[in-house]
Each structure stands twice: as structure tokens, then as C-alpha cells.
């Protein structure tokens, strides 16, 4: 059979056009979030709508790294966020290790039971940043893109103060993973960033920098927060982290809020609209 060579060009181009419509849909990732110690700071409504604005409805996953692997999903304005883990204070309790093998348990449940891509990218609030990393090396070549939220990349020397260590009642485990003795003794060397990271992604990283009188975050942990970091270790803070632990050697910083503190980074989109504009979907 002859084909004629106008058939054959349009035949072409519509080959191209499929090749790169499919290379499109294949560089696509999903979006996943890790909160931080004991959950806290809760993603506000306002951030996860941004979330699932760039990223589309049923394209972002929130998991909560207690024991549970509940499946559960949520509607915010019209869009769906699947979710893994009862959302209480019961996730982000325990050592950086178990919590990244908790995450790995999730994220494998996510993608057999609600279509979470093999690749995806992640947002990480505070400790699940140091989470987020650990995961990156148990599962290499996965992790295609990481922002970090006030993660004390260096520890948070509030470890190590006895009021704020209280407050945290029953997460010990985590806690010692965050002094900055085990984190920046150990953890760093051993996991340096960015770790064996999926198609060439990078991590980023974000800071709030917040003053004594605006801190206050979910209960006043964070007006303790400032004042203990600001009194005994002479340092500024968002109230949980020192503002110059939340970077690292690996990862390129992007955004310092000044106006923030810790659990605000969590709350406002302009936060979110920084961090998603350095993980396109």
C-alpha cells in the first residue's frame, strides 16, 4: 500500500505530538506532605488549597507517621486530599528512623490503594524535613524534589531545655533526635543533602524568623520557644528552630519569612506559593 508523502508527514508530527504529550505526563509528580514533631502545627485549609491548586485534585497526599494506616480523603473547595494515618497527636513522635520507616509503609499503601506516582515530591514541616531525608536514602531515586519548612537541619538546642522538652510529653525518642549533638554528630554525616535524589531534584530550604512578642504558635510553646533560644543561647529563632539551623550544605536555601514563626510557616500560602514554585509539578 502507497503512502503518500503528505500522509507520511502528518503521520509524523502526530507521532511527535504523542511522544511529547507522553514525555509531558511522565515528568508529571505527585505531591506529598510530612508534618513535624508529635503534629502540632496542622497544614491549615489555606495551604493545603494551594497545594492541590497547582497540583491538581487527588495529586497530594498527606501522611501522619504514627502506626495507623488508616486511608482516608478529604474535599477542600472541590479538590481531594488523600491522607494515610489518623490526623492527632499520636504521628511524629518517634525517632527520625522509625518515623521514615512508618512514612515508607504509607507511602507504599498510597500507591497501591490510591495511585500515588513511584516518584513524587515532598513538602516537610520542621522534623519531618530530617524525616524526609532519611527517607530519601532508604528509598533511593524516589524522591524527585524536597522543601523543608523550619527543619532544624542543624538540631534546635531547645532539646535540651527541660520546659519545652515537657511540653512534648511521650516523644523523648524524637526529641533526642533533635538535639544538636545527634543531628549535626551523626545524622549529617551519615545522611549528607541531598541524598540519591529521583531526576536530578534538589532540596530547598525555607525559615521563618519571628520575634518574642508576635510567637506564640499552638499553645504558647513557641513564646517559650523564642525567649529560652533568645535568653540562654543568645540566638533568633521562629520560636523552635534557630534561624540559621534551618539550612544545610547540599540544599539551596530560598526564602527567609521574617515576619513567621514556626507554626505560621505552616498556616500561610505565601509560604506554600514560594515553596511550590520550586516544585512544579
Known sequence: M???FKKFILLLLAGLIFSGMAAAS???YDLVLVHGLINKHHWSDSFLDECLKRYGS???YAIY???STQLWSRW?????????GPNDYSAGDDSVARQAQLMRTKIQRLQQYRGLDQKFKIIAHSMGGLVSRKYIYDNPYTVAGLVTLGTPHQGSPLAYVGDFVDFFVGADAAVKNLKPSWVKGYFNPNFPAPGPMADGGRIYTIRGDGDGWDCWGW???LQVGWNSLFWIYWTD???AVPRDASQISGATHIATF???DHYELVRKSSVTSKALDYLPK
Not at 78 to 83: A, I, P, V, W
Request: some cysteine.
Open 237 to 239: 529563632s521562629d520560636g
Open 65 to 67: 507517621t504514627n502506626d
Open 26 to 28: 511522565a515528568a508529571a
Open 2 to 4: 502507497k503512502l503518500n
Open 219 to 221: 499553645a504558647g510553646e
Open 258 to 260: 521574617w515576619s513567621y
Open 76 to 84: 477542600i473547595n472541590g479538590r481531594k486530599l488523600h491522607c494515610c
Open 58 to 60: 487527588g495529586n497530594v
